[in-house]
């Protein structure tokens, strides 16, 4: 008997990347003669144009000086997909994912915390709901169940709900899963099964963001990191996966060439958390530059001072390089766990001033509001960013760009060590704990969770919120941050006669 269903993904996945997963879901659900599957691409259609639409208000208020900062805290929240996520919150976007659900039962995959209010909206309207995506390898079964209890969908998620932890792969039995009706850890996988999933049921969707946005398409080797040690990171959480296992560099090659006809995109976008220079990448990677593909990777400050590996980087000829720098502050720097400080980042401009291929262009991930010594460094900080920029153009880097910034607000990461006893120690009530930019007001504010009954059940860690080591509370850096400094790092600026 074949089972309708609806396959709906987080709308938190789809921005400027599209996703691994989408493909191998797609895959996997149109090769099971058992489903008859909806795909409901307008869903993040309607949550990427609204959002996109104000975006571009915003950013003509910034240029113009109408309102600098509001742009700083829009664009961050919608490369965290945070923005879209705003009509969720509203209720803005409930009729919208209920009119263009037409099945019983629907296949949610939940990217963070976020989506589980996409989950409420279907239990309240009586609909099965089989959860899964990367939220479910984070949190266990029960948490989930727990977090929904909170959100009043206790007894809709007893029935009609099951959640599907681990990987899919392209020879999963999900109709195995969906029959039995259970929740199920996936713990086999045959991850070389990747390179055959090409298809996208959200191709309609591709065709109109493709429009949007640049667009890249997003490849993984291994999902493994070298350090592992950042005190932020919920990757030390997500089972280890290796793509790249058993198949051949030929095979990686045809299955971008696929892709580059379906998405009619010739970005890739390598999301391992730092690509390595092994031989096996090096061929990959030079394969897919000599055919024409505009490659950009994930890299490191460390990896970045070693001679031999720029030399890799330049040989393969990168488009571009993003390095999660994370902060200049040697005080940030302990704070996470870094693993380097400020004099290596220096030592790695230095060394790409002088060595770096001009046309790559580095990318550089800021986490903003990060612990801090004082004010003034905040200041400081943010200056320094702005001279790298300046310093690196002069050099002729990113084609006399020099280089591109990306900030995101510092945020609470589920199931990560970064939060500890002395921020607490601060706390005196409530309010205190709700962070300026953290989830913890969106779950209070916006979804109306007992935030001290969550916190009690030990389903969260505690709430980001920073002080000073004497003790007084700040704000967000863009309060303290020179409007000169912030606009320019904030702005994406193109090579000349681009
Ligand atoms: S932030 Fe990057 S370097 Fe740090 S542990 Fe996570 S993946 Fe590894």
């Not at 797609?26 to 869903?43: D, P, Y």
């Not at 099965?128 to 998620?157: C, D, N, Q």
Request: aromatic share 14%; glycine share 6%; net charge neutral.
């Amino acid at each position: 008997m074949k089972i309708d269903i609806s396959y709906l993904t987080s709308p938190q996945t789809w921005f400027s990347r599209f996703p691994i997963s989408s493909r191998i879901i797609t895959s996997n659900l149109l090769g099971n003669r058992h489903f008859n599957v909806h795909f409901t691409e307008q869903i993040p259609l309607i949550c990427y144009t609204k959002a996109f639409n104000i975006w571009k208000t915003k950013y003509r208020d910034m240029i113009t000086g109408k309102d600098p900062y509001d742009i700083f805290v829009t664009g961050t929240d919608i490369s965290y997909g945070r923005f879209p996520l705003f009509y969720i919150f509203t209720g803005a976007l409930d009729n919208i994912i209920l009119e263009n659900i037409k099945t019983e039962i629907v296949f949610l995959t939940a990217n963070t915390v976020l989506d589980f209010r996409i989950a409420k909206i279907l239990l309240k309207d009586k609909r099965k709901v089989v959860m899964g995506g990367s939220a479910t390898m984070i949190y266990e079964p029960h948490e989930i169940r727990t977090m929904l209890s909170h959100m009043g969908v206790e007894a809709e998620a007893k029935d009609n709900l099951i959640i599907v932890s681990g990987y899919v792969d392209l020879k999963t039995d999900l109709y195995d899963i969906f029959s039995k009706w259970v929740d199920k850890t996936l713990t086999e996988n045959d991850f070389s099964t990747f390179w055959d999933c090409t298809e996208d049921g959200f191709m309609d969707y591709v065709k109109i963001y493709r429009k949007l946005f640049g667009t890249n398409l997003n490849g993984l080797m291994t999902s493994k990191c070298w350090y592992g040690k950042c005190r932020f990171c919920t990757y030390g959480c997500l089972p280890k996966v290796d793509f790249i296992d058993d198949v051949s560099v030929q095979r990686v090659i045809d299955h971008f060439k696929t892709l580059r006809k379906n998405y009619e995109s010739n970005n890739i976008f390598f999301n391992d958390s730092y690509m390595v220079n092994t031989p096996y990448n090096k061929e990959v990677l030079m394969g897919l530059t000599e055919e024409g593909f505009e490659v950009s990777i994930y890299t490191g400050v460390k990896l970045l001072n070693n001679k031999k590996y720029l030399n890799f980087v330049n040989e393969v000829n990168m488009g571009r390089l993003c390095i999660g720098i994370e902060s200049l502050s040697n005080y940030a720097l302990d704070y996470i766990n870094k693993g380097y400080n400020f004099s290596d980042i220096a030592r790695m401009i230095e060394g790409l001033k002088d060595n770096l291929n001009p046309s790559i262009t580095p990318i550089f991930l800021i986490m903003c509001d990060l612990p801090v010594s004082s004010i003034r460094r905040i200041r400081t900080m943010y200056r320094a960013l702005y001279y790298m920029r300046h310093e690196l153009a002069s050099a002729g880097i990113g084609n006399g760009v020099g280089c591109q910034f990306n900030l995101s607000p510092l945020r609470h990461y589920p199931k990560t060590n970064l939060i500890d006893g002395e921020i607490l120690r601060h706390a005196h009530n409530r309010k205190d704990l709700m962070g300026i930019l953290g989830l913890y007001e969106y779950f209070h504010e916006k979804l109306g969770i007992n935030i001290d009954e969550v916190r009690n059940t030990n389903v969260l860690n505690q709430p980001m919120h920073r002080y000073l080591p004497d003790g007084e509370q700040i704000k967000s850096d863009i309060y303290y941050v020179d409007e000169k400094f912030i606009k320019d790092i904030v702005e994406w600026k193109f090579p000349q006669g681009f």
